[in-house]
C-alpha cells in the first residue's frame, strides 16, 4: 500500500526551538507538499517542491523553510517556534495532475 | 490567488438524515475534488469532478460540478455514524508544473446516533 508517512503524530516543542517536522513518501512522486490546518480557515500551503533540491513558497511561508534533498523526503523546518505556528501539520504528494496522497498529520504544540 | 468558500462551516444532524454542502469560488476550476478526514487522519480523496454539468456517484455519496465552473455540491444520503469527520472541497491551480490544490474551509459533521 502506498504511503505518506509523517515521523510524528503528536510533538511539543518549546518558543524559539527550531523544529523539523520529517515526511517520507514511497510512491516515486516529483511533488510534494505542506499544508498546515487550523479549524476555520482549512488548509493552508506553506511550501511545495516539485523535484529534488527545488522548492517554492506556497501561501503562507513566513517562519518556515524546507529541504528536500531526496525525492522521497521533504522535511518542514520552524527555525525559531512561536505560539501561532501551534496547528495540525499535513504532508502531500502527487506526481504530474495526478491526486494528492495526505500522510496522516502531525499536531504540533509550541509552548 | 484563487480562494474556495466552503458551507456550512459544521453540520450536526441525526443518523439516517441526508446531507448537503457546498463549495463556491470567485475563479473557474477545471476540477473539482471532494476529500474526506477522518478524525486523527490525513485527508483521502472521495470524489473528483472533471467536467462542468457532470454529476457523480460513489455509493452514498454524490457530487456535482456546477454548470458555471465556480461551485461544486456534495450530498450525502441516509448518514450513518462512519460519516463523521470534515469534508473539504478542493480545486488545482497549475504552477510551475506542479498541481497545487486549493482547499476550502471544511465542512465537519456531526452524527447523532
Known amino acids: 500500500d502506498v504511503k505518506v508517512t509523517q515521523s510524528s503524530r503528536y510533538l511539543v516543542k518549546r518558543t524559539g526551538e527550531k523544529v523539523f517536522l520529517e515526511c517520507v513518501q514511497d510512491m516515486d512522486h516529483e511533488n510534494m507538499f505542506w499544508y498546515r490546518q487550523d479549524p476555520g480557515l482549512g488548509l493552508r500551503l506553506i511550501y511545495f517542491s516539485y523535484d529534488v533540491k527545488m522548492k517554492e513558497k506556497g501561501d503562507i511561508p513566513e517562519g518556515y523553510s524546507v529541504s528536500r534533498e531526496k525525492k522521497e523526503r521533504f522535511s518542514l523546518i520552524l527555525e525559531s517556534a512561536s505560539t501561532n505556528q501551534t496547528s495540525m501539520y499535513l504532508c502531500?504528494?502527487?506526481?504530474?495532475?495526478?491526486?494528492?496522497?495526505f500522510g496522516s498529520g502531525t499536531r504540533l504544540t509550541i509552548v | 490567488g484563487q480562494q474556495l468558500n466552503q458551507s456550512p462551516q459544521s453540520m450536526f444532524i441525526q443518523e439516517g438524515e441526508d446531507v448537503s454542502m457546498n463549495c463556491t469560488s470567485s475563479?473557474?476550476?477545471?476540477?473539482w475534488l471532494w476529500y474526506k478526514q477522518d478524525p486523527g487522519e490525513g485527508p483521502v480523496l472521495l470524489i473528483a469532478l472533471y467536467k462542468a454539468g457532470e454529476l457523480t456517484s460513489n455509493g452514498r455519496l454524490t457530487a456535482q460540478f456546477g454548470i458555471t465552473r465556480k461551485d461544486s455540491f456534495l450530498n450525502i444520503s441516509a448518514s450513518i455514524p462512519s460519516d463523521v469527520g470534515i469534508y473539504f472541497c478542493a480545486g488545482p491551480s497549475l504552477i510551475q508544473g506542479a498541481q497545487k490544490l486549493v482547499f476550502g474551509q471544511g465542512t465537519r459533521l456531526t452524527i447523532n446516533p
Open positions: 475563479s473557474i476550476f477545471n476540477t
Open positions: 502531500a504528494s502527487n506526481t504530474g495532475s495526478g491526486g494528492y496522497t
